[in-house]
């Protein structure tokens, strides 16, 4: 890291560490609604006899439906200018790079979740780069997100990154 890194200092020495971690009730009626919003009308989140069906003992959890049971609303006036949250980024600064934008998500799903699974969630920092693009240089942040169950079973994995632009 030199003197016009975009990186701080504060924000390159999180790498490896918990940027963020919540708990939340997956709940059926959250679920549902939440996938006849976004148009998903798969009937495993809806049916339980299609679900039983299929192999599950009820209706299940829409996967990606799982970060919005753990993070919860955001109050509007929490929101950054750019209409993101620091919440779930660990609240990284990049003075020189204030601008955000998501850079990419992917997911691992193991195991379903049915209602009322207790999901805990934890965020960890991966890695800070930066790099040149050829719009100029930006900032390009990681993260491993872990989802598990009350009985600490492996629910799901993350993998998530934000690009910080000056």
Same mark, same amino acid.
């Given at each position: *890291?030199?003197?016009?890194?975009?990186?701080?200092?504060?924000?390159?020495?999180?790498?490896?560490?918990?940027?963020?971690?919540?708990?939340?009730?997956?709940?059926?009626?959250?679920?549902?609604?939440?996938?006849?919003?976004?148009?998903?009308?798969?009937?495993?989140?809806?049916?339980?006899?299609?679900?039983?069906?299929?192999?599950?003992?009820?209706?299940?959890?829409?996967?990606?439906?799982?970060?919005?049971?753990?993070?919860?609303?955001?109050?509007?006036?929490?929101?950054?200018?750019?209409?993101?949250?620091?919440?779930?980024?660990?609240?990284?600064?990049?003075?020189?790079?204030?601008?955000? *934008?998501?850079?990419?998500?992917?997911?691992?799903?193991?195991?379903?979740?049915?209602?009322?699974?207790?999901?805990? *969630?934890?965020?960890?920092?991966?890695?800070?780069?930066?790099?040149?693009?050829?719009?100029?240089?930006?900032?390009?942040?990681?993260?491993?997100?872990?989802?598990?169950?009350?009985?600490?079973?492996?629910?799901?994995?993350?993998?998530?990154? *934000?690009?910080?632009?000056?």
């Amino acid at each position: *890291m030199n003197d016009d890194s975009l990186i701080d200092a504060e924000s390159a020495s999180r790498v490896g560490t918990v940027a963020a971690s919540a708990t939340g009730e997956v709940n059926r009626r959250d679920w549902q609604r939440w996938a006849a919003a976004v148009g998903d009308h798969n009937p495993l989140w809806f049916d339980p006899e299609h679900a039983r069906a299929n192999g599950f003992r009820d209706v299940i959890c829409p996967p990606l439906f799982l970060q919005y049971a753990v993070l919860g609303v955001t109050h509007l006036e929490t929101l950054r200018p750019d209409g993101s949250s620091g919440a779930v980024s660990g609240s990284l600064a990049f003075p020189r790079a204030p601008r955000r *934008m998501a850079g990419g998500e992917s997911f691992t799903f193991h195991r379903p979740s049915y209602h009322r699974d207790q999901i805990e *969630m934890v965020r960890t920092i991966e890695s800070i780069t930066e790099k040149q693009g050829r719009s100029g240089r930006f900032v390009l942040v990681t993260w491993h997100t872990i989802y598990r169950n009350q009985h600490k079973d492996l629910v799901a994995e993350a993998s998530t990154s *934000m690009i910080a632009r000056p």
